[in-house]
T-cell receptor, first 113, second 108 residues
Framework: DTGVSQDPRHKITKRGQNVTFRCDPI?????LYWYRQTLGQGPEFLTY????????KSRLLSDRFSAERPKGSFSTLEIQRTEQGDSAMYLC???????????FGQGTRLTVV | GQNIDQPTEMTATEGAIVQINCTYQ??????LFWYQQHAGEAPTFLSY????GLEEKGRFSSFLSRSKGYSYLLLKELQMKDSASYLC?????????FGKGTRLHILP
């Protein structure tokens, strides 16, 4: 296993379009996180899963954002009706369990024009 | 809620020592992480402190005082490749919450 992988690496979309990102965690990791990061800021927590269960979603997230992890393996993050303010790096991380170090993917850079 | 504070930027000289401080206020504290992030890259794990005290790992050391809500990352024998952002993160209950990061500039 080569680590956490994210697809696509870059996405440019027009405002109002829907986008979906995929994250494949390290295979034995049951914890999966999604973060958003803008320039000069730390990663902002969006949501996380324990296996297929979504445990928490940030109150900062609007209803346009949804995430799934249907079989407890890969996860998807969908943004509906994108806005320019959604432009950011979307990072996925996984860990063996809660309380363990998280390993990050390279991220998906979203640009909304 | 939670609040994680660290300096926005720091500058140090190659070969020197630098200490990056982090203070936090959070409920459900279960440990503190330090990550390194080079520009345009993903964060990479440096250290994890659960108990009070100093953990040393090569040129990098991390300290935690839970009673004071305080941690620091100590970098020794600085190298140019240490120029990066250093992210302090707390394990709140069982999820990882990051501070804004400290951008460290290394001068030759």
């Amino acid at each position: 296993d080569t680590g956490v992988s994210q697809d696509p690496r870059h996405k440019i979309t027009k405002r109002g379009q829907n986008v979906t990102f995929r994250c494949d965690p390290i295979s034995e990791h049951n914890r999966l996180y999604w973060y958003r990061q803008t320039l000069g800021q730390g990663p902002e927590f969006l949501t996380y899963f324990q296996n297929e269960a979504q445990l928490e979603k940030s109150r900062l997230l609007s209803d346009r954002f949804s995430a799934e992890r249907p079989k407890g393996s890969f996860s998807t993050l969908e943004i509906q009706r994108t806005e320019q303010g959604d432009s950011a790096m979307y990072l996925c991380a996984s860990s063996l369990d809660g309380g363990a170090e998280a390993f990050f993917g390279q991220g998906t850079r979203l640009t909304v024009v | 809620g939670q609040n994680i504070d660290q300096p926005t930027e720091m500058t140090a000289t190659e070969g020197a020592i630098v200490q990056i401080n982090c203070t936090y206020q959070t409920s459900g504290f279960n440990g503190l992480f330090w990550y390194q992030q080079h520009a345009g890259e993903a964060p990479t794990f440096l250290s994890y402190n659960v108990l009070d005290g100093l953990e040393e790992k090569g040129r990098f050391s991390s300290f935690l005082s839970r009673s004071k809500g305080y941690s620091y990352l100590l970098l020794k024998e600085l190298q140019m490749k240490d120029s990066a952002s250093y992210l302090c993160a707390v394990m709140r209950d069982d999820k990882i919450i990051f501070g804004k990061g400290t951008r460290l500039h290394i001068l030759p």
